[in-house]
């Protein structure tokens, strides 16, 4: 699955890193037990170029003769030859679980190969104990105790580009008025583990028509109601319907449901043109995304410092992810709950499946349901919401629109879409919007309201004119760094406008990633995939060159997210910020690394420099330092990515946060206006900031808030580079236990 190599490259060089012998084990459990060339001693250069490739360079099989003692009887000689006693393992609960049988046999098998005179008393005591730790891939995010395994961002990837691909097919006249129907299901071989979160997700993405997962079966007479939810949908005007059923989809009854029974379902009743695509292990390929190398790269770092300091009481235990932190689990404690998922499908307990699925998943099925299945209000209320979006457009922004609008209908509110953000409210390009104006908006790049810089303080009683005129309730600011502080002028500005005294919310679109009270701004995660191919095909420009140093401008203001994250991801040799200050200093040591690394196989470098990180110190500065320092030794290109950033269709990550925010933006701004608001929500790992609160801790003459999470994984990213810092400056995660509340983490999306 994507991501191994990144997290096999990370334990790699972290291994190094801490002075420990690595050796690479080919061909999984199978070469474990086969032994001889499968295991090999890695180097630094060993693992290079290979953070942007899918699947994993040393293989993996599954190996029947490890579920064997005989097996692992051999697996043990093959590890105390090479002095091996720590172990890491990459895979999903099946091999972490094997893993962990070995790990408790241990002590008896290295007392049987003594007895058999296969190795001595000596080399046995040398050996005594066994370290493992287990880092989850698993592409369909389904181990409990982690908020999102490697490979499930990459796989979402794929599927939202085949779908996105036959959304664009679809959209040509209709055929006799029938218009063309596609039946896109998540459905790969018997042999494939279920994939429900993947179905769940993507059909969030795409804003499928009707789902079909396990966890949840359609009600009896679910046929006339998909029926007429698509009659509806085509009697608006789509030219196309998107219905994904996930592999193991079953009925109340346990009766499973096919493809092909829907497909021709959908034909005999409504004779509509359809198709079935069959995704199968296209999900499982492709260059792994920007999410899944840098999660692979965290997990794989902290998998080391897992073993280093592993001690004979310490239990095998599992690398995972909470919110932006690495954590240690008792891996079986884990497998344990990730397998009562599974027995509260076989006992039709579906409620409890749905909730030990975590708490991501019952919010996405929720949210998917309310929007795609239920209705607009009969009766409408008395709270109007604008919306509008301010600053540069951001992937996602659509999204957010769309479901806000939606759930604003649901609601049986009044909603008006605002063109041109705060300029565009002062010049009353205010309209009033319904269910299908927003249809097709989700995979939509950039802005379709309209987006400006423009800030109430320069047009605001033109604004209050039109707040009072269209007796707006509430406004729905989707935006960067200027919707933050245009709310925030537009609050301090109620003491002298009585019309002001209404509901505000931001929701942060950015590509810069610098607003304030957030990790991630909607957009963000484009742009790193954005900038990240980018330097992937650059590199990939260089394969033939020999002794070449390319020098990367990102965007982002001064936040240096955008250059910091991109690095990771492409295994960049530097990346300079305005949050770490550098000094010539710096940059002479990093000249000094490049031309180190030009004696060695490796002849290529790759720099990234945010756009403001220093006055002085631009881009063509540091080409001329780099071009003159490294003459005779190596050239150097220039490459500027700027607004390419900003483009292309949103990533999956972006359409569901947007999808989300939009949702949670509406009905928080419901229920502070005394009107419904539905059930459910209060599971939601969302906070609500007050912009009077926030102003305290942001920067607003660099457009930044104080503190910035990302800032940690700066290390991560000079350590990988190999430069020499002290272990003593990194922070390892804690060892926890599996709890309620790890059952019920939010998951990633």
């Not at 309209?431 to 908006?441: I, K, L, M, N, T």
């Not at 810069?512 to 790193?528: E, H, I, Q, R, W």
């Amino acid at each position: 699955f994507p991501g191994m190599n990144a997290a096999v490259r990370a334990v790699t060089r972290m291994g190094i890193y801490v002075g420990a012998k690595v050796f690479l084990i080919y061909e999984g459990y199978e070469g474990l037990v086969e032994g001889g060339d499968n295991i090999k001693q890695a180097n630094w250069l060993s693992v290079s170029n290979i953070i942007q490739l899918g699947g994993t360079v040393i293989g993996s099989a599954r190996c029947k003769a490890f579920t064997t003692r005989a097996g692992r009887l051999r697996a043990a000689r093959n590890l105390v030859e090479h002095g091996i006693t720590n172990l890491c393992v990459i895979g999903g609960d099946g091999s972490l679980t094997g893993a962990d049988i070995f790990r408790s046999e241990w002590g008896e098998l290295l007392e049987e190969l003594v007895q058999d005179g296969q190795i001595s008393e000596e080399v046995a005591q040398e050996n005594s104990r066994l370290n493992i730790v287990g880092l989850v891939g698993s592409i369909d995010n389904d181990f409990c105790g982690t908020d999102m395994t490697i490979g499930t961002d990459s796989a979402l990837h794929r599927i939202m580009e085949v779908i996105d691909a036959i959304t664009t097919t679809a959209q040509r006249k209709p055929i006799g008025g029938m218009g063309c129907h596609f039946l896109g299901p998540v459905l790969p071989p018997p042999c494939v583990p279920p994939l429900r979160y993947l179905a769940l997700v993507s059909g969030l993405a795409s804003g499928a028509d009707w789902l079909f997962i396990p966890e949840s079966p359609p009600e009896d007479g679910w046929e006339d109601l998909m029926c007429e939810r698509l009659g509806e949908t085509r009697s608006r005007g789509s030219r196309l319907n998107i219905i994904i059923i996930a592999e193991g989809a079953i009925d109340r009854s346990g009766k499973p449901i096919s493809s092909n029974y829907v497909k021709d379902l959908v034909v005999q009743r409504l004779g509509f043109d359809t198709r079935v695509t069959v995704l199968g292990h296209v999900q499982r390929g492709g260059t792994p995304s920007a999410f899944d190398r840098v999660l692979s790269s965290k997990m794989g770092m902290e998998a080391v410092m897992a073993l280093l300091e592993a001690t004979p009481d310490t239990p095998a235990c599992v690398v995972s992810l909470s919110g932006n932190q690495s954590v240690r689990l008792p891996l079986m404690e884990c497998v344990q709950v990730t397998k009562d998922v599974q027995k509260a499908m076989d006992e039709k307990r579906f409620e409890e499946a749905i909730q030990l699925r975590g708490r991501s998943f019952e919010n996405n099925w929720n949210i998917y349901k309310l929007l795609a299945h239920q209705k607009p209000a009969q009766e409408k209320s008395p709270f109007s919401v604008a919306i509008l979006n301010v600053g540069a457009p951001a992937a996602g922004m659509n999204a957010a629109v769309r479901s806000a609008v939606r759930i604003s209908i649901c609601q049986g509110h009044t909603i008006y879409a605002v063109s041109d953000g705060f300029e565009g409210l002062a010049k009353g390009q205010i309209r009033e919007v319904g269910w299908h104006d927003v249809a097709g908006w989700l995979g939509r790049g950039g802005s379709m309201l309209g987006t400006k810089r423009t800030l109430p303080k320069t047009c605001m009683e033109k604004i209050v004119e039109n707040v009072r005129k269209f007796n707006i309730q509430g406004l729905l600011v989707i935006g960067g760094f200027e919707a933050y502080e245009g709310v925030l002028q537009l609050v301090e500005a109620r003491g002298q406008y009585e019309e002001l005294c209404i509901i505000m919310c931001v929701i942060p679109a950015t590509i810069s990633n610098n607003v304030p009270g957030t990790d991630f701004s909607l957009g963000s995660d484009t742009a790193v995939n954005a900038a990240m191919e980018s330097c992937d095909r650059i590199k990939q420009s260089a394969s033939g060159t020999k002794r070449r140093v390319f020098i990367v401008e990102t965007m982002g203001g001064y936040c240096g997210y955008l250059s910091t994250v991109t690095g990771i991801a492409v295994g960049a040799d530097a990346a300079y910020v305005y949050e770490d200050p550098f000094t010539i200093h710096d940059l002479k040591a990093n000249v000094e690394h490049l031309t180190d690394k030009m004696k060695t196989d490796i002849q290529r470098g790759l720099v990234l420099r945010n756009e403001k990180c220093h006055e002085h110190y631009t881009t063509e500065f540091l080409y001329n330092l780099y071009s003159s320092e490294g003459k005779g030794i190596f050239d150097c290109r220039i490459n500027v990515l700027g607004h390419l950033q900003q483009g292309g269709a949103p990533t999956p990550f972006d359409r569901n946060y947007g999808t989300k925010l939009g949702v949670k933006a509406v009905l928080w701004m419901s229920e502070k206006a005394g009107g419904p608001v539905g059930g459910g929500w209060w599971h939601w790992v969302v906070a609500f900031s007050p912009v009077t609160e926030l102003k305290k801790v942001t920067d607003f003459e660099h457009r930044l808030p104080q503190e910035q999470w990302w800032l940690n994984l700066r290390l991560m990213l000079k350590m990988l580079a190999n430069y020499q810092i002290s272990l003593t400056e990194y922070i390892s995660g804690k060892m926890e236990h599996v709890t309620r509340r790890t059952l019920s983490i939010e998951k990633g999306f």
